[in-house]
Nanobody, 112 residues
Framework: QVQVVESGGGLVQAGGSLRLSCAASGRIFSINPMGWYRQAPGKQRELVATVTTGGTTNYADSVKGRFTISRNNAKNTVYLQMNSLKPEDTAVYYC??????WGQGTQVTVSS
């Protein structure tokens, strides 16, 4: 089973940017789609963005225009560029796709 390791999180001020990376242990070129999720304290995990093998993207309304998801199948990596961050974006961020085990996630904290 493919495993993933998320990285790139950290503490940032509101309005700042972060780029998250998701490195997979195996090939992801056929996994359709790949997605980023997040879970804030006391809340359920929610879908943030997805990207298909063909590059089609979809975003939660709360992040549209601020986040960009992309994938590099040759590197078995998925990215999430996050701009104009808000305190409500604070959460643990995970990437996942069909047949992939959930990773440990990466913590994103946005201070006001």
């Amino acid at each position: 089973q493919v495993q993933v390791v998320e990285s790139g999180g950290g503490l940032v001020q509101a309005g700042g940017s972060l780029r998250l990376s998701c490195a997979a242990s195996g090939r992801i070129f056929s996994i359709n789609p790949m997605g980023w999720y997040r879970q804030a304290p006391g809340k359920q995990r929610e879908l943030v963005a997805t990207v298909t093998t063909g590059g089609t993207t979809n975003y939660a309304d709360s992040v549209k225009g601020r986040f960009t998801i992309s994938r590099n199948n040759a590197k078995n990596t998925v990215y999430l560029q996050m701009n104009s961050l808000k305190p409500e974006d604070t959460a643990v961020y995970y990437c996942n796709g069909a047949g992939i085990s959930w990773g440990q996630g990466t913590q994103v904290t946005v201070s006001s």
